[in-house]
């Protein structure tokens, strides 16, 4: 009985695994149909804000936090290949700048004050939220626009409050899923053709 029903869980959870990957495939290519014009247009104003002496400030909360980490790791270091070192700063990193201002001003502000203090019009703000809807991204992509910086965001679940100041010529890439896990799995591959990208147009 035992045995059996060990078989039975098994089996369960494997199709549980298989499913998480089929899911994760169909919102990838749903992304890849609805997103494909607007990915080349984010790649080549990173280029060419890179090739403006620019860089790039990355931003978001948790899972988005580690990808703008991940983001900026990329360009510092190297994606795939090797070639110059890329201009780019992760916001979420400096325990005590994200603390003095959390602590000072409120944790909405951490990100903001970091754009207005290190962004120039040159240079382009990278905002991740799963929701669309985290207030400290929010007040990042405002500060950046005033500044006159590029915006490129990614969201998912119809892009929430993030869909609607997002402004012309500034980019908003929205995973057309609501599921978070789904959301940051396709987060994570826009970012890889993001750096793809840019090194082709630097290297090819």
Do not use: W
Request: hydrophobic share 40%; charged share 20%; aromatic share 4%.
């Amino acid at each position: 009985m035992q045995k059996k029903l060990k078989e039975l869980m098994n089996k369960n959870l494997l199709d549980r695994i298989q499913q998480q990957f089929r899911d994760s495939i169909a919102t990838k290519q749903a992304a890849s149909d609805a997103l494909g014009p607007q990915i080349v247009k984010a790649v080549e104003r990173m280029y060419a804000s890179i090739e403006q002496g620019g860089k790039i400030l990355a931003c978001g909360n948790g899972g988005s936090a580690a990808d703008a980490q991940h983001f900026a790791a990329e360009l510092v270091g190297r994606f795939e290949r090797e070639r110059k070192e890329l201009g780019a700063i992760a916001l979420t990193t400096d325990s005590s700048i994200l603390t003095a201002i959390g602590n000072d001003y409120g944790y909405d502000e951490v990100f903001s004050k970091q754009v207005r203090a290190l962004g120039k019009p040159e240079d382009i703000l990278l905002a991740i939220s799963t929701s669309g809807n985290s207030k400290n991204v929010i007040l990042a992509i405002e500060a950046a626009q005033k500044i006159g910086m590029g915006v490129i965001a990614f969201t998912g679940r119809g892009g929430g409050q993030i869909n609607q100041i997002v402004s012309q010529p500034n980019i908003h890439l929205c995973v057309p899923s609501e599921r978070t896990a789904r959301i940051q799995e396709a987060h994570l591959l826009l970012l890889h053709c993001l750096c793809d990208g840019i090194d082709h147009l630097l290297l090819d």
